[in-house]
């Protein structure tokens, strides 16, 4: 069965710092890694996803994340926070062959100060 | 190009009473996927839809069911609502199934059970 796990429930930051999100999966197969954000109130947004193509994957607003076997980790990163990055991000993996079902990680609210 | 579309966005429905939520895909996605949001379990896979026919289920009771049309909008229906049912149910659309084509989420549909 697949799974995630994201380190830390609340990380903050100061503007213009690295921001770094951590997830950890749990595959049988080569897995699908995905990167999503969520503002208050709202769906979920696609920042990044891996698919078996190039290791390290550049996604919208500056984020990336890379992909290492070795470490089962996908960790995200942004080299300079923004305040308007403040909000929850769910790192989520499925396999190849299970249809859409995507499981989720349990987010990491990440809080950008001045 | 339209997003995902939810309906309602709001929704309060007394305990045993059903509820029937709906999603409109982007155009030309054939594949809906529903997914629960409460703070204590996270995001939580309840099934996915393609070409009208479910395709994977989540350990969910067997009082959520959902459907899909020939034009691909889905709706997810909950029986006898408990106060547990009290989420955001988030629909997702993908071109495909598989997991390989990316997911789009829409705003969610908040629900009540009082």
């Known amino acids: 069965a697949q799974s995630v796990t994201q380190l830390g429930s609340h990380v903050s930051v100061s503007e213009g710092a690295l921001v770094l999100l951590r997830c950890n999966y749990s595959?049988?197969?080569?897995?699908?890694l995905f990167w999503y954000v969520q503002y208050p109130n709202q769906g979920l947004q696609l920042l990044l996803k891996y698919t078996s193509a190039a290791t390290l994957v550049k996604g919208i607003n500056g984020f990336e994340a890379e992909f290492k076997k070795s470490e089962t980790s996908f960790h995200l990163t942004k080299p300079s926070a923004h305040m308007s990055d403040a909000a929850e991000y769910f790192c989520a993996v499925s396999e190849p062959g299970t249809a859409s079902k995507l499981t989720f990680g349990t987010g990491t609210r990440l809080q950008v100060t001045l | 190009k339209a997003g995902v579309t939810q309906t309602p966005r709001y929704l309060i429905k007394t305990r045993g009473q059903q509820v029937t939520l709906s999603c409109s895909p982007i155009s030309g996605h054939r594949s809906v996927s529903w997914y629960q949001q409460t703070p204590g379990q996270g995001l939580q896979f309840l099934f996915e839809?393609?070409?009208?026919?479910?395709?994977n289920k989540g350990n969910f009771p067997g009082r959520f069911s959902g459907r899909q049309f020939s034009n691909s909008r889905s709706e997810m229906n909950v029986s006898t609502l408990e106060l547990g049912d009290s989420a955001l149910y988030l629909c997702?659309?993908?071109?495909?199934?598989?997991?390989?084509?990316?997911?789009?989420f829409g705003q969610g549909t908040r629900l009540t059970v009082v």
């Open positions: 839809y393609f070409s009208e026919t479910q395709r």
């Open positions: 997702a659309s993908s071109l495909a199934s598989g997991g390989r084509t990316e997911a789009f």
């Open positions: 595959s049988s197969v080569p897995p699908y």
